[in-house]
């Protein structure tokens, strides 16, 4: 079983910056891939950014260039740093380990919120 824990979500003007953090825990073997999603009120919940344990990115078109997704691996913690951010980027953002070799279920975490004042 992982356990995921956020933090880092809070209150920035448009243009600021944030840095999100998830660490897991209860993870006996390496976790290959994690990632971070996002759900604005209204919305469904979509894709962010993933990177792997060697470190291969993937993102989401709409924070391609502003969002920079980072791990480190011996702590288990995958961090999202946020620039210039903006008022569409509000919402809860989740972190996610998906189903992969020795963790077969969809972990997420509890969520952070990230509100961006225009």
């Known amino acids: 079983q992982v356990q995921l824990v956020e933090s880092g979500g809070g209150l920035v003007q448009a243009g600021g910056t944030l840095r999100l953090s998830c660490t897991a825990s209860?993870?006996?073997?390496?976790?290959?891939?994690m990632g971070w999603y996002r759900q604005a009120p209204g919305k469904q919940r979509e894709f962010v950014a993933h990177?792997?344990?060697?470190?291969?990115?993937n993102y989401a078109n709409s924070i391609k260039g502003r969002f920079t997704i980072s791990r480190d691996n011996a702590k288990n913690t995958v961090y999202l740093q946020m620039n210039s951010l903006k008022p569409e980027d509000t919402a809860v953002y989740y972190c996610?380990?998906?189903?992969?070799?020795?963790?077969?279920?969809?972990?997420w975490g509890q969520g952070t919120q990230v509100t961006v004042s225009s």
């Open positions: 996610n380990v998906p189903p992969q070799p020795y963790y077969p279920l969809d972990y």
């Open positions: 209860g993870s006996g073997f390496s976790i290959y891939l």
């Open positions: 990177i792997t344990s060697s470190g291969s990115t």
